[in-house]
């Protein structure tokens, strides 16, 4: 009886481990996207609170994995002007200040307009799948260009539902290109609330293998037994 | 008929087997085919940065359809990679990427896979140890590590944390891909 609990017991630990090798895919559709914005100053890390920042919604997304998209109305005219045909190509600061100064001119309004927290934390919370513009009130002490986000952040594989948003906030009195820094310094991609995957699959490699070599030694074992069972019994 | 529990687990077993082989191929190519495309863009950034052509503008070099903002070298683990201006799942494949920041602000994050060839052996880089940071300009930045920590994969707000105590961060995953390994550099300038 303990034998066999034993073995019932090894068969079950093998299925959990070799399940637990596999990615689940989650149904797009049951998962909510999310938009946050911190706003802190590019040098001293310092957070930016109490600033006005605006979400408008430029295009929604009819599947995000294939980029399909369909413009709002009030920007149709707009989008199809843009290359909107990768992130890359979306999020540019070429497309910002376009759609920027389309809003401008248009009077559009935002969707959602906060003002960011202590923290410099400005929290849309659940937004609609699509691509977004981003639009932060300027100061007389700061300066964060008008920037794309899109919900939910997908290379094509991936899928980020929660993104995070640090845009750099510089002193409003310095200049985009200072004469002393040339290499212009690239805007960076928006960040999720997870690193980037930066593994290769070994792990399931070594638990596959396990598993495989204990369901082998556990079969041998029982047709050895039955085996051997069979020779008394006849 | 007796033995066909048996049979099962056996068959079962060799399946998994035969998974996990076929998976372990699956990395090997793809490491592969990885340092392949990585030694193909460096040779380029390299030829393109010493002959100063047209193709430098601003702060990145263009090949193909991605920007390259320069070269970093760890001649601890020999790794010589390109380093694209951006990152996502698809450049990891063939350079290193810059995750957030740059070296002239001093808060520059650059990712990369744990394979062979790449960030692999990042692990054994510790305390001391220099890296070397070339941007399309060919200006080279000796960097030195001062620190080196594991952070959880969600846990983006530690990667980030900068009191300027590091001036570049390189990180991949560990084994299991759930903690990333951060190694913190300050530009060599001033330590000496």
Request: a negative charge; one cysteine or more.
């Amino acid at each position: 009886m303990k034998k066999l609990l034993i073995k019932y017991f090894s068969i079950l630990t093998v299925f959990i481990m070799v399940l637990g090798t596999f990615q689940i895919p989650v149904k797009a559709d049951d998962k909510n996207a999310t938009i946050r914005v911190v706003l802190s100053e590019l040098k001293d890390k310092m957070s930016i609170e109490n600033r006005e920042v605006s979400l408008y919604k430029i295009a929604s997304f009819t599947n995000y994995k294939e980029r399909e998209y369909k413009a709002v109305p009030e920007f149709a005219e707009m989008v199809d002007r843009l290359d909107f045909s990768t992130f890359k190509k979306t999020a540019t600061l070429d497309n910002s200040n376009k759609l920027f100064e389309y809003i401008t001119k248009h009077k559009i309004s935002a969707v959602k307009t906060l003002k960011s927290d202590s923290e410099g934390i400005a929290d849309f919370g659940e937004v609609d799948y699509g691509i977004y513009l981003v639009v932060t009130e300027a100061s007389d002490k700061y300066t964060v260009n008008p920037f794309i986000i899109e919900a939910p952040l997908c290379d094509g594989v991936y899928a980020q539902y929660d993104v995070i948003a640090y845009p750099k906030a510089k002193a409003s009195n310095t200049p985009d290109n200072p004469p002393d820094n040339p290499p212009d310094n690239p805007p960076d991609t928006p960040v999720g609330p997870k690193l980037p995957q930066t593994g290769v699959q070994r792990l399931p490699v070594l638990i596959l293998f396990i598993s495989g070599v204990t369901l082998l030694v556990l079969g041998y074992a029982d047709y050895r037994r039955k085996g051997k069972m069979y020779e008394k019994t006849s | 008929m007796k033995r066909l529990r048996s049979k099962i687990l056996m068959i079962a077993g060799a399946v998994l087997i035969i998974v996990s082989a076929a998976l372990g191929a699956y990395n090997r190519i793809m490491e592969k085919r990885g340092n392949e495309g990585a030694e193909t863009i460096r040779t380029e950034l390299e030829q393109i940065m010493e002959e100063h052509t047209d193709s430098i503008k601003g702060g990145s070099i263009r090949i193909g359809d991605d920007d390259y903002i320069g070269i970093l070298e760890i001649p601890k683990i020999n790794v010589k990679l390109p380093i694209s201006r951006d990152w996502s799942y698809e450049l990891m494949k063939e350079s290193l990427c810059r995750y957030r920041g740059n070296l002239e602000s001093k808060n520059m994050i650059i990712c990369g896979h744990n394979m062979s060839g790449f960030f692999g052996e990042l692990s054994e880089v510790y305390d001391g140890d220099e890296v070397y940071y070339t941007d399309v300009t060919g200006k080279v930045t000796r960097l030195v590590v001062v620190d080196t920590e594991y952070i959880d994969g969600y846990d983006v707000g530690s990667m980030l944390e900068n009191n300027h105590n590091w001036d570049m961060t390189l990180f991949t995953c560990n084994y299991t891909g759930k903690m990333r390994y951060g190694v913190r550099c300050v530009i060599a300038d001033g330590i000496e």
